[in-house]
């Protein structure tokens, strides 16, 4: 079985002050840095379908609404190292076109370059699904791949 399309193809991260996320077709990936030594118990974690919080040791570190919305039982977290935490959160609409433009409504937005990457990455995502036979992991494309690309379905075969 060959790895995922985002392990063969790299991700594009949106750096933040905490530490960074990123996205595929269905996911939203969010790594916190912490303390090293953090453990478990130190750390609060609230995960809804439009709302995130994180605090460890009581200081709040990421709080708020949601760019788009996400399956609340779908949504875990991890603390790794017991220097990280990764968030992981599965988006409610899985399209290409979806693509995230912040993490949350108005904090954490992909600068320009970045989210023009994500689209991009995306929508080689879809063209992967669309073609499992075919290898999209390090293809690239240019012209218009926004809200997902080029619909050929209604192409004959």
């Given at each position: ?83 990280m935490i990764r968030i992981v959160l599965m ?67």
């Amino acid at each position: 079985m060959s790895a995922p399309f985002e392990e063969r193809s790299g991700v594009v991260p949106c750096g933040t002050p905490w530490g960074r996320w990123y996205q595929t077709l269905e996911e939203v990936f969010i790594e916190v840095r912490v303390p090293p030594g953090t453990r478990a118990k130190d750390v609060r974690c609230s995960l809804r379908s439009r709302h995130i919080s994180l605090a460890v040791c009581g200081k709040e570190l990421l709080q708020g609404k949601l760019f788009d919305s996400t399956v609340t039982d779908e949504g875990t977290w991890t603390l790794e190292d017991r220097q990280m935490i990764r968030i992981v959160l599965m988006k409610t609409n899985r399209d290409a076109g979806n693509c995230w433009t912040s993490l949350l409504e108005n904090e954490y937005a992909a600068d320009p370059w970045v989210q023009d990457q994500m689209q991009r990455k995306l929508t080689l995502e879809r063209f992967q699904r669309e073609n499992p036979g075919f290898d999209f992991s390090g293809a690239e494309i240019s012209g218009n791949y926004s809200k997902g690309g080029p619909d050929f379905s209604s192409l004959e075969n």
